[in-house]
């Protein structure tokens, strides 16, 4: 078992930055695959962001290319998404996901644990 928590959403202006994070528990860290999904009110949880397990390999939507970074840090079994030039359009719930299994988190299918979620709100 696999738990995550996140952290660091919250209410930012068109342009600003957030930086979320996500703490991991129950397995070492560095032996599973890690990436951030959101779903926005009334449409399906997408893709964001994913890292291999050891974080030298990113995979992005192409909506947040540019803008999103995504890092991990196993010596602390934290994963983190830092958002920049944020949009209104990326107002959603965002949701730290892992995947035990070999291969690298590219789709929601593929997630084996899910966090609870935090929501990123981006005022026009």
């Known amino acids: 078992q696999v738990q995550l928590v996140e952290s660091g959403g919250g209410l930012v202006q068109a342009g600003g930055s957030l930086r979320l994070s996500c703490a991991a528990s129950g397995r070492t860290f560095s032996t599973i695959a890690m990436g951030w999904f959101r779903q926005a009110p009334g449409r399906e949880r997408e893709f964001v962001a994913a890292?291999?397990?050891?974080?030298?390999?990113?995979y992005y939507t192409g909506s947040v290319k540019g803008r999103f970074t995504i890092s991990r840090d196993n010596a602390k079994n934290t994963v983190y998404l830092q958002m920049n030039s944020l949009k209104p359009e990326d107002t959603a719930v965002y949701y730290c996901a892992a995947r035990q299994r070999s291969g690298v988190l590219l789709a929601a299918a593929g997630s084996d644990y899910w966090g609870q979620g935090t929501q990123v709100t981006v005022s026009s």
């Open positions: 890292i291999n397990r050891g974080g030298g390999n990113t």
